[in-house]
């Protein structure tokens, strides 16, 4: 997908293209400041790029906003962005507005208690330790793949009630769906929804002490999830609890390598390790962009009107560095203590499962660091890679050494 040309007076780069991808704060920088409602042209649409604090958190507050492709403009849908169109995708909390939303994530979250997370701790140091067991801290280990994606989906697949033989299908489903190729993106949604609705049926026959179970189970007075939204809402659960946590350690074990002061900092007091997370998420989180929303009518922001139904994309990796909220936004500082980031959204959208999320993240690299305080990189650092995509922002590879030869 390419964007149009912004002339000698844009932004250092292109938003969205090849070299934006591994470093799109100088662009963000510049967006905020000279062009901070910024329409560009994606994929043949305009799409408007909000890139200030004030401006995103406005419009995740805006009831006038709608995150369901159906009220997008006809060039929006004549270009084949309506993501998962025709699948039970569209049933997912994520593409949902009220009041649909509202009875949907009233069902969820009882199931999404703060005990039910808290008691899965265990699960996540388990499988923590039991990746770095798998791990021969003598050889060079590419700890994307080995750690930092293995560890989410085999906590989201066993929360879920998952088989455990299963989990790696996860990973070959869920892959494509982060790239810019819609074609291999739609093939492994309708592979995994297949999938999910087999579960699900298994389920209803013999139930278990799982999430899958619970969703089934979940009832409001005469209120309950409908197959298709059962569907829906299990694949958005492992899709959001696999791809973004993954990209979550991994930029965050990066960050700390690349500031080696900060990693002393947090080896030193591991009780700084709530707020070091925080920061991580702050300072470059694992979500670039949020979905499209879509006005539901003419709406003004920052001096410029947007059309009903055209696209809009806030840049939370824009925001998050935002000089108007954050002292020295671009510094890496994990004893933050007064960060309202918003990597994981904000008013009826926040993530639900964004404790699960910072639990994750706090385990995983306690138990790594803990382990391997050595750990370092085995390539240089020019030679690491993110994703070109466009909503998750995470590595290619993170290739390392645990324990560096005397």
Known sequence: MSTSSVGMSGPPVEPFSLDFYQDPHPTYAWLREHRPVHPMQFAGVRVWLLTRYADVRAVFNDPRMSVNQETANADFLAAGLDYGSGTEMVQALLFKDPPDHTRIRALASKVFTPRRIAGW??????????????????????????????????????????????????????????????????????????????????????PADDVISALIAARDGDQKLTEDELVGNVFGLVSAGFETTASLIGNAL???????????????????????????????GPTATTIFRFPREDVRIGGSVIPAGEPILMALGAANRDPE??????????????????????????????????????????????????IGLAVSRQQIRYKSALIVRGLEELPVVLRPTP
């Open 121 to 206: 701790q265990d699960t996540v140091e388990r499988i923590s330790n039991q990746l770095l067991d798998e791990l021969d801290p003598h050889q060079k280990i590419e700890l994307q793949d080995a750690y930092c994606y293995r560890l989410p989906i085999m906590v989201i697949g066993e929360v879920l009630g998952m088989p455990r033989d299963d989990h790696r299908k996860l990973r070959q489903w869920m892959d494509p769906l982060v790239g810019l190729s819609r074609e291999e993106a739609l093939a492994g949604t309708k592979s995994m929804m297949n999938y999910v609705r087999d579960i699900i049926t298994a389920k209803r026959t013999d």
């Open 254 to 284: 990066l960050a700390l390598l690349d500031h080696p002061g900060q990693l002393r900092l947090l080896q030193e007091d591991p009780a700084l390790m709530d707020r070091a997370v925080e920061e991580l998420l702050r300072y470059d």
């Open 325 to 374: 909220v954050f002292s020295d936004p671009d510094t890496l500082d994990v004893r933050r203590d007064d960060n309202p980031h918003i990597s994981f959204g904000r008013g009826i959208h926040h993530c639900l499962g964004a404790a699960l999320a910072r639990l994750e993240g706090k385990i995983a690299l306690r138990t790594l660091l803990r382990r391997y305080p050595d």
